[in-house]
T-cell receptor, first 114, second 112 residues
């Protein structure tokens, strides 16, 4: 059974620092891996989606990597800003009984201090 | 174009009441998913539709939970005789093919 873990559960860093959020999964048979952002009281915003055949994806200050063999993905945020404060969730897409299903981590709550 | 919308955004119910949560997916999206997210946790899968067919309901926590999508578009998640443990954010997502999901803002349900 696929399990997704995110460490740390919470992180607080000063503005301007580069940081890395970690996501690990137990079964390498994933279709893709997505990183989402969730702001309080709001829904989920997709940040980056990495297909199983890809190693990384970049969007602006964000870079996500995927290493299926080790069961790990990282989200790198460069030059962090207070507006980056949110909860970041990773989710692995798996195929179960011919249906797609997202398996989620519990998230990392990020606070960027001005 | 419009994204996924959900209503109501907030719902307070007394224990034992029935509630109905609505999801309007992106037009043309075949797949629709419901998730339950408890405070401080990641979302948990509840059920999945492809058009009007409910292909997977393995995540529904009890027979008090019921979902439908009768015309393959709008979906309703119904919870009967609500309990305090049902308090959570209920998220709906739609997808064209199933492998990239777009999420609505969620409905926050509080059972008192």
């Amino acid at each position: 059974k696929q399990e997704v873990t995110q460490i740390p559960a919470a992180l607080s860093v000063p503005e301007g620092e580069n940081l890395v959020l970690n996501c690990s999964f137990t079964d390498s048979a994933i279709y893709n891996l997505q990183w989402f952002r969730q702001d309080p009281g709001k829904g989920l915003t997709s940040l980056l989606l990495i297909q199983s055949s890809q190693r990384e994806q970049t969007s602006g200050r964000l870079n996500a990597s995927l290493d299926k063999s080790s069961g790990r993905s990282t989200l790198y945020i460069a030059a962090s800003q207070p507006g980056d404060s949110a909860t970041y969730l990773c989710a692995a897409l798996v195929v179960m009984d011919s249906n797609y299903q997202l398996i989620w981590g519990a998230g990392t709550k990020l606070i960027i201090k001005p | 174009g419009a994204g996924v919308s959900q209503s109501p955004r907030y719902k307070v119910a007394k224990r034992g009441q029935d509630v109905a949560l609505r999801c309007d997916p992106i037009s043309g999206h075949v797949s629709l998913f419901w998730y339950q997210q408890a405070l401080g946790q990641g979302p948990e899968f509840l059920t999945y539709f492809q058009n009007e067919a409910q292909l997977d309901k393995s995540g529904l926590p009890s027979d008090r939970f019921f979902a439908e999508r009768p015309e393959g578009s709008v979906s309703t998640l119904k919870i009967q005789r609500t309990q305090q443990e049902d308090s959570a954010v209920y998220l709906c997502a739609s997808s064209l093919m199933g492998y990239e999901q777009y999420f609505g803002p969620g409905t926050r349900l509080t059972v008192t």
